[in-house]
Structure formats: structure tokens, C-alpha cells
């Protein structure tokens, strides 16, 4: 079980988290730029899609990240923070450590 200074510390570290994929979000989707110097329409056109594909696949998976974030912070409140969500064992420090926001204990990411 962890401690309560343990939980303030992921907690904290999760909210500032998913503040800067907030903020990478919104930057990422200002920084686009479709004005490349080419000369060809169709290569314009061309790499507009791949950018807003490019795009696309970053921010989902920014978004993903955000929605684990937010389930983490409401296991902290239901006091089910560092608990696998599989097989009901404890998420070692190690895994919350590098990823505060892992449901999964590492048996059960091996299996994944």
C-alpha cells in the first residue's frame, strides 16, 4: 500500500502531466503549417495529408495518454491508486514510477 505522501507525490506529478500533453496539444495544433514551399499542387496537397495524418496519430495519442491520467487520479480519490486492474495486485514503484499512470501491475502488461 502506498503511503499518503507517496499518493500526493503521483497525484501532483499526474495533474502536471497531463498539463503539459494539454499544452503539447494545443502547441502541436498551432504549429501546423500547410505553407511549404512547393511548387507542385498535387505534392502540396499531398503533404498536407501526410501532415494532417501525422498529426492526427500524435494527438490521439496524446489523448490517450490524458484519458489514463484521468482514470489514475480518480483511482487516488476511490483510494484504488497502484492497484493492477486486472488481477487486483499492486503496481510496483518501479512501473508508477516511470508511468504514474499504469492500471497494470507488470504480470499483467507481460500478458497484455
Given at each position: 500500500m502506498l503511503t499518503k505522501e507517496k499518493l500526493e507525490h503521483y497525484k501532483k506529478r499526474l495533474e502536471e502531466d497531463k498539463k503539459r500533453l494539454l499544452e503539447e496539444i494545443k502547441t502541436d495544433k498551432d504549429m501546423v503549417d500547410f505553407g511549404d514551399d512547393v511548387s507542385d499542387p498535387e505534392d502540396e496537397e499531398a503533404d498536407e495529408t501526410e501532415e494532417q495524418g501525422n498529426q492526427m496519430g500524435v494527438e490521439q495519442v496524446l489523448k490517450e495518454r490524458i484519458t489514463n491520467i484521468d482514470l489514475a487520479l480518480?483511482?487516488?480519490?476511490?483510494g484504488k491508486y497502484g492497484i493492477c486492474a486486472n488481477c487486483g495486485s499492486p503496481i510496483s514503484e518501479k512501473i508508477l514510477?516511470?508511468?504514474?499512470?499504469?492500471?497494470l501491475c507488470e504480470n499483467c502488461k507481460?500478458?497484455?
Open positions: 480518480q483511482k487516488i480519490g476511490a514510477g516511470a508511468a504514474p499512470e499504469s492500471a507481460k500478458k497484455a
